[in-house]
């Protein structure tokens, strides 16, 4: 089957992401005994804040958790919730449209610098993020809302101005590499 005759966009899992009681515990905990490296940390809306770990060097983050919540507030997406991969912005469109379909209300389009998400939740609440990499890497947390109506070229361009002066901006490929070197 190609990817013209799939009417839904295939997508891979690509991290999860926990509320933390005890913010810094939990993140010792998977760095200390599991052997995951931070790769940044940052407040959040609601004066909390969010620890990115990953093992991987292609991946910047497998686990993202974020302190001070004792349970997910369902408003916030962001937390608790499953993000998958898929390919391209027209995959993200695609589901956004088939999204609008079936009535899910409250999508949100988010640029992350380093991807492009939509976030929503599903039909019992539970948070779902559907995302496309970007080839930047910027620190995280970073979100901004962006226009997936626009033109791919255009969202690009869009997002290099939006991240070029941001801490850390530098292509992903880069920031792969660095990071593979860090952690061996």
């Known amino acids: 089957m190609t990817s013209e005759e799939r009417t839904t966009p295939?997508?891979?899992?690509?991290?999860?992401?926990?509320?933390?009681?005890?913010?810094d515990r939990l993140a010792a905990f998977y760095r200390d005994v599991l052997g995951f490296h931070v790769t940044n940390r940052g407040p959040v809306p609601g004066g909390s804040e969010i620890v990115f770990l990953s093992q991987d060097p292609?991946?910047?983050?497998?686990?993202?958790?974020?302190g001070g919540l004792d349970a997910p507030d369902p408003a916030f997406m962001m937390v608790d919730h499953l993000a998958f991969r898929t390919g391209t912005l027209d995959d993200l469109r695609v589901l956004r449209d088939k999204l609008a379909a079936a009535g899910v209300e409250g999508v949100?389009?988010?640029?992350?610098?380093n991807a492009w998400s939509l976030y929503f939740n599903d039909c019992e609440g539970n948070g779902v993020e559907c995302f496309v990499d970007t080839p930047f890497h910027v620190a995280?947390?970073?979100?901004?809302?962006?226009?997936?109506d626009q033109r791919d070229e255009e969202i690009l361009e869009a997002t290099r101005k939006l991240v070029e002066s941001e801490p850390e901006f530098q292509p992903m490929a880069k920031w792969r590499e660095e990071f593979a070197r860090r952690i061996g």
């Open 10 to 23: 295939r997508l891979t899992l690509g991290h999860t992401t926990l509320a933390a009681r005890d913010l």
């Open 58 to 66: 292609n991946e910047h983050h497998q686990i993202a958790m974020v």
């Open 108 to 113: 949100l389009s988010i640029c992350h610098g």
């Open 140 to 148: 995280q947390p970073f979100a901004q809302g962006f226009d997936l």
